[in-house]
């Protein structure tokens, strides 16, 4: 499937000193309808028991059977529980890929711009249980940048570049990470989405949650494999983000498209039924091969699209996710 965009007029953009105002209005919308929908000091994208084995005590009438200590039991003669100790210091990791292939929507929002918002969403579930975040961020592919500061300006991104925000709690370090996401300028070229997984891999980390935002336009065989390692050991809830383009053409006569990342030129006679039907074909079978990757790798999958309310999707999405879990847990 190309990355074809549409040459028509951009989008509009906010200007720079604008910036900070859209910024925190997108943190009010979703502070607002993710704590009305999602009730609960405590709310993980990926909501498990969040506890870790503690010592062992004597059982006692109305504990958990699920508990028991069977080891320390046998030893003893004498029924034992485990206790757990809450975790609650979770550490959540963002991969987001901002090649500029992102650099494109024909709906109410840009790919970019659902990118910031699910980063914001993520953001604001993780860090109000005094948890850390930190981010990897893809303007290409190759180069790593050395880990950096980010309360403050946003990190330098040019072409080929992957920048690291280490990972930190509290709500100022979390919106200077979502300012330096959002300062991040997209850059030409193509990236690397591989490279950008390795990233959470290497070094490795505390047992977390890790997070992916991307089309997946790149080949499956470049990131499959990292995510499948990514998941051995934290986590991983993938986010693809889609525009309704991507999966079908209009019948709009001559349209000329250009690829963001290679700036090719096609024109497309998309009044061919059979052209668009080819297309729509290639499309769903691109995308079938993007979710049996992500299912292969063990990863929860969200799609977000930049026609629909990718809020309420996010929304759905996490409720369904508690219920498969409660429902997995509960006797």
Known sequence: MARAAAVTSPTPRPAPDR???????LQLLVTRKLDGLLQGDYAGLLPGPGSEAGESREYRPGDDVRRMDWPVTARTTTPHVRRTVADRELET?????????????????????????????ITHLTVRGGNRIGAVIGTGGGVAAPARRWRGAPPPAGPGVLTRLPARSGRKEAQ??????????????????GALIEMLNRPPRRRGVAVVVSDFLA???????????????????????????????PDVG??????????ELHEVQTADPR??????????????????????????????RTDRDWLL????????QRHARTRGTTR
């Open 219 to 249: 080949p499956a065989e470049q990131w499959a494999r990292p995510m499948r390692k990514l998941r051995v050991r934290h986590d991983v809830l993938a986010i693809e983000v889609v525009d309704p383009r991507e999966l079908e053409l």
């Open 93 to 121: 990791w963002l991969a987001l890929d901002l090649s500029a292939s992102l650099d494109f929507g024909t709906g109410q929002w840009l790919k970019r711009e659902v990118v910031v918002a699910a980063a914001a969403a």
């Open 275 to 304: 052209l668009r039907q080819r297309y729509a074909e290639a499309a769903t079978a691109q995308r079938a091969t993007i979710a049996a990757a992500l299912r292969g790798a063990g990863a929860a999958h969200l799609r977000l």
């Open 313 to 320: 999707d996010m929304v759905r999405f996490v409720a369904a």
């Open 19 to 25: 910036s900070e105002a859209v910024l925190s209005r």
């Open 254 to 263: 001559v349209l000329p498209v250009v690829d963001p990342e290679s700036g």
């Open 176 to 193: 200077g990470l979502l300012r330096a996401v959002a300062g991040t300028a997209i850059q030409p070229g193509r990236g690397d989405l």
